[in-house]
């Protein structure tokens, strides 16, 4: 069975730096668009940035210059970097992946992971 595992959040204050990375497990034959998204509390999930398998990229503008996506296709893996961080940041933080799994049907499918807190504040 499929699954995204996130791990890497907490609590910082503003200004500092925090990486978030998300692991693609089970079955997974391959691994392609990801991205993260956050759900800030009161608003609705939002897309932040999304990496295509050969390292494309598209940030959301507040956290373009800010934020740094990056993955390691070998471990199925992705990161967020995330520097200079606000208070407007906090949030919970989840990772999306289109996969497909290693069962013979070829029926890729869009998976998320449980999501990780991240808290700034002073």
């Known amino acids: 069975q499929v699954q995204l595992v996130e791990s890497g959040g907490g609590s910082v204050q503003p200004g500092e730096s925090l990486q978030l990375s998300c692991k693609a497990t089970g079955n997974v034959f391959s691994v392609h668009d990801m991205a993260w998204y956050r759900e800030i509390p009161g608003q609705a999930r939002k897309l932040i940035v999304t990496?295509?398998?050969?390292?494309?990229?598209q940030y959301e503008d507040s956290v373009e210059g800010r934020f740094t996506v990056s993955r390691d296709n070998a471990k199925a893996t992705i990161y967020l970097r995330m520097n200079r961080v606000q208070v407007e940041d906090t949030a919970v933080y989840y990772c999306?992946?289109?996969?497909?799994?290693?069962?013979?049907?070829?029926?890729?499918?869009?998976?998320w992971g449980s999501g990780t807190h991240v808290t700034v504040s002073a």
């Open positions: 990496i295509t398998a050969d390292g494309r990229t």
């Open positions: 999306n992946a289109y996969i497909i799994p290693d069962d013979h049907t070829w029926s890729g499918s869009t998976y």
